[in-house]
């Protein structure tokens, strides 16, 4: 069996893990109007900031986002809603097996969503520019590679491609450490094909938007050891992706 989406649960008076995640977000990304306003560069924000967020990721699990022991892959119970990132990413065939996005919270700052994978579904090779990014995986195995830009970029002569290091060539599975990438470093540039039925918890910081664009795809043109030439392709992320209905807890905005 997978995990499916059940009803949504009662409200309890203890604060859930997700209203948690969204008070440590709001207080470690701030807003792209409060940074155009400062006079210092935009940069990632501290480590030991990141790493409370990666903290408590680690300890978020199905049943706190609302995921049940169910069979998630016969298409059952998913709603409809419109998010910035799925409007940016381009279709495939419709015989797919399609993944699954659950919304679960978008301000300018950054966002929460998690990814549902049926068995070997791909995220193909994409970037996440200027973005910090933590992703949980909830359940499942999936396999995960990814590359950063060698900087001073290094360009093949004559060729749109520039040069990537391997960051992760592995396995994962469900439960594992939350996994980080920033802006230049940490695999920003990945995909994904899961082994076995999988969901994944994201944050990104800032997220997709309009004004900065959808994630660009990008593919392997060639590459010895752990080094490999990437030539980014300047379309939308090619996915077969349907929107779904978050059940878990409700972030709660303003609380008293």
Not at 18 to 43: D, G, H, I, M
Not at 63 to 92: C, H, I, P, Q, T
Not at 211 to 238: I, R
Request: hydrophobic share 35%; with cysteine.
């Amino acid at each position: 069996m997978g995990w499916g989406i059940p009803t949504r649960p009662p409200a309890t008076s203890t604060p859930s893990r997700v209203q948690a995640l969204y008070e440590l977000c709001k207080r470690t990304f701030p807003s792209p109007s409060s940074v155009a306003a400062s006079s210092s560069p935009s940069s990632p924000p501290p480590d030991h900031a990141i790493g409370a967020i990666s903290s408590l990721m680690d300890t978020i699990t199905p049943v706190d986002v609302g995921l049940r022991d169910d069979n998630l892959e016969d298409g059952r119970g998913f709603g409809f809603f419109e998010s910035n990132f799925l409007k940016n990413s381009a279709r495939v065939a419709r015989w797919a097996q399609p993944i699954t996005y659950l919304h679960v919270y978008e301000c300018d700052a950054f966002s929460i969503g998690i990814f549902c994978l049926p068995t070997s579904a791909v995220i193909p090779l994409h970037d996440h520019p200027g973005m910090t990014v933590l992703s949980k995986l909830l359940y499942g195995s999936m396999h995960v590679k990814s590359y950063d830009w060698v900087e001073p970029a290094v360009l093949a002569n004559g060729k749109p491609v520039k040069l990537g290091k391997l960051h992760t060539d592995d396995v994962l599975n469900a439960p594992c450490p939350t996994a980080v990438l920033y802006p230049q470093s940490g695999g920003n540039m990945h995909c994904f094909t899961s082994v076995k039925s999988c969901a994944v918890l994201d944050v990104i910081a800032p997220p997709y938007s309009e004004s900065s664009g959808p994630a660009g795809q990008a593919k392997v043109v060639h590459g010895p050891d752990n080094y490999a030439w990437l030539e980014a392709l300047n379309v939308p992320v090619n996915i077969n992706m349907r929107p779904g209905t978050y059940t878990g807890p409700t972030i709660q905005e303003h609380l008293p």
